[in-house]
């Protein structure tokens, strides 16, 4: 049974203005609509690495709890960068863009995304990591890629999919999806078992 009749009956909802995220839940051959709201991205400074993402998510999560109806199921997600015992956020602008690639350049970080899936009944959080080795970049390269393509979109200010992730990274160690912001496989598996 596909899980498009799995999930029959119910409204999936993606609180998510991420075009990749939208894209991949679309790919798993699902219908649903797409619910936007403002949430804080702010975190205890208590936490670190699954801790940031998970909370992020789950705070997503419940900013809609209030207006979940019974069929409905709601998925939200947040992914970091995890780089030397601190997180990398989305870019303020260029400038702090070149600091992020630069200060990755060369060395390897974590990318972590975490998924929370709810209905009225229950709530199911996870995440899943994933480690990058990126490549010594030169500057012309750094500002090549910032001039060229949109970072400032995104957690530590690369695309894993973009130019910079096809010329500068090396190597991956877990899910490719995950580092594009969702851990595509499991909120598959989360969702048949819903």
Not at 27 to 55: H, M, T
Request: charged share 25%; aromatic share 10%.
């Amino acid at each position: 049974m596909s899980l498009a009749s799995k999930l029959k009956g119910k409204n999936l909802i993606v609180a998510s203005g991420s075009p990749r995220r939208q894209q991949f839940i679309k790919d798993l051959g699902l219908d649903f609509e797409i619910r936007l709201k403002s949430v804080s991205e702010d975190f205890p400074s208590s936490l670190s690495a699954v801790e940031i993402a998970e909370y992020l998510a789950k705070t997503k999560a419940q900013a809609f709890i209030s207006e979940l109806k019974s069929e409905d199921i709601l998925i939200t997600g947040d992914t970091i960068v995890w780089h030397e015992n601190k997180v990398l956020n989305k870019p303020k602008d260029s400038n702090e863009a070149f600091k992020m690639l630069k200060s990755l350049s060369g060395k390897s970080h974590q990318v972590i995304s975490a998924a929370c899936i709810t209905s009225l009944e229950k709530s199911f959080l996870f995440h899943d990591v994933t480690k990058v080795y990126f490549n010594v970049l030169e500057d012309e390269e750094i500002n090549y890629y910032i001039n060229n393509f949109p970072p400032l979109d995104k957690a530590g200010a690369y695309g894993i999919q973009d130019w910079i992730g096809k010329i500068g990274i090396e190597k991956i160690e877990g899910s490719f999806y995950n580092v594009m912001g969702m851990p595509v496989a499991k909120v598959y598996n989360a969702l048949k078992e819903f």
